[in-house]
């Protein structure tokens, strides 16, 4: 099986633009979670997707957004982008079933820097 | 809310000897499960061993093992004959367990162990 694919794998964007990131998980996973990673605010949930919904939302602004689509890939959506955007963005798939642990399984990351 | 916490920024460890990283978590939860995930270089996080909380039996898996406690909310990480590969960040984290808790991890600052040849 393929394991969880991110792209870009790195993107360098300036002020104010706004940028999407793609995650695709690994097949027949339907749920996605996305979390930012920095040096000084370490590794932070930012949502969780599943079945096009989303179930969890981390203590983000508005501005953070994402979305799911029907095949479990996921996009998330950064707009008027901050310095402080400046991460590393780590996607992670899992299958999510009903009442029992599921393993996450983590993809590469796309390095997002701001200038 | 959890909190985890990892004391420890940076730790090294001379190559074949036993290392253990330590990790404490507050949390109002009775059914959890906490988890080592290792980071190398390359930044892919990769799961090095999981213990559910109602299991009182310590996680090990081959040369990881887990010293879980319970009461003390106290989850540290020993490195046995410690290998060259094994250089990278280690986060604990913390994961509630339920139908509607979903996946959310929540991790500590991360320990970064150096193993020196």
């Known amino acids: 099986k393929a394991g969880v694919t991110q792209t870009p794998r790195y993107l360098i964007k300036t002020r104010g633009q706004q940028v999407t990131l793609s995650c695709s998980p690994i097949s027949g996973h339907r749920s996605v979670s996305w979390y930012q990673q920095t040096p000084g605010q370490g590794l932070q949930f930012l949502f969780e997707?599943?079945?096009?919904?989303?179930?969890n939302k981390g203590n983000f602004p508005g501005r953070f957004s994402g979305r799911q689509f029907s095949n479990s890939r996921s996009e998330m959506n950064v707009s008027t982008l901050e310095l402080g955007d400046s991460a590393l963005y780590l996607c992670?798939?899992?299958?999510?079933?009903?009442?029992?642990?599921?393993?996450?399984?983590f993809g590469p990351g796309t390095r997002l820097t701001v200038l | 809310a959890q909190t985890v916490t990892q004391s420890q920024p940076e730790m090294s460890v001379q190559e074949a000897e036993t290392v253990t990283l330590s990790c404490t978590y507050d949390t109002s939860e009775s059914n959890y499960y906490l988890f080592w995930y290792k980071q190398p270089p390359s930044r892919q996080m990769i799961l090095v061993i999981r213990?559910?909380?109602?299991?009182?039996q310590n996680a090990t898996e081959n040369r990881f093992s887990v010293n879980f406690q319970k009461a003390a909310k106290s989850f540290s990480l020993k490195i046995s004959d410690s290998q060259l590969g094994d250089t990278a960040m280690y986060f604990c984290a913390f994961m509630k367990h339920g139908e509607t808790s979903g996946s959310r991890l929540t991790f500590g600052e991360g320990t970064q162990l150096t193993v020196n040849p």
């Open positions: 213990q559910e909380a109602y299991k009182q």
């Open positions: 992670a798939s899992s299958s999510r079933g009903r009442g029992s642990y599921n393993e996450q399984f």
């Open positions: 997707y599943f079945s096009e919904t989303q179930r």
